[in-house]
């Protein structure tokens, strides 16, 4: 993880987020040349919704101490392709919620990843990341991880269908812009309001609007790590949210990678 990071502007395609968005941030990162085919906003901040759900996965799986039932994996892994909610809690509560932050920003190198703070028990959906962040923890996914939890936790990523445990279309982003089954986690988050919150959230992280994320490894041998973080208007409903999202994603300059 502490190799150089080569960011290469002169072959980014994309050098604004559409107006279309309220906000977003965009990074490919080649794993075969260790640099950014695409970058825009990677240090800007955004709740994690369920993406945040690989960091628990791999927390918990890279320490002998937990244990691994067969009924536990299954847990794992419907938290993974299905997004499950609940198990995602159950976990988050197994790894010590806020004690195992400290930690894994040393490990994987996190540059602005915090906690929730908008309540005294920090959830797991509103801990604060970047895209730059999500690039980090796949590629210690990649480059690290014990090989037999990497290949894991790439399967049960690959495995999401359609609809997710919660009803939504997780579909949107990387599964309909390029072709192929890749190792995906998505996350979703509808719109809400401030005073709905214990305490108020900083003022560089939107907590108000809507909120869709695609991230996965796309392309040969899982070449490319796309992570494409959006927020939305208040006018925009989701479905055209996932539309822009998927518009988007598939623009984007991924090396091997085939577009729908």
Known sequence: MDREVIERPEAARLT???????SGAVAVFDRQFWSYAESVNVRKKFRSASVIKLL???????????????????????MLALSHDGHASDFWRRIGRQAALPGLKSLMGLKDISLDPTHDTPWWGYTIVSAYDIVQIYRYLEDQMHIGWRVWIRAAMASAPTIAADGFDQSFGIPDAFQGKWPIKQGWMGKSKLSDLPKPPPRD??????????????????????????????TTGSVTAAGL???????LTVPGAIRR
């Open 16 to 22: 604004s987020i559409p107006k279309d968005f309220h």
């Open 56 to 78: 628990i996965a791999i927390e918990y799986l890279r320490h002998a101490k937990y244990e691994k039932s067969p009924a536990t994996l299954g847990r794992l892994r419907d």
């Open 205 to 234: 992280v939107d907590f108000v609007h809507r909120t869709l994320h695609t991230t996965g490894l796309v392309g040969p041998a899982n070449r490319n790590i796309v992570v494409v973080l959006t927020v939305h208007k208040d």
């Open 245 to 251: 999202v998927t518009k988007l994603t598939r623009s």
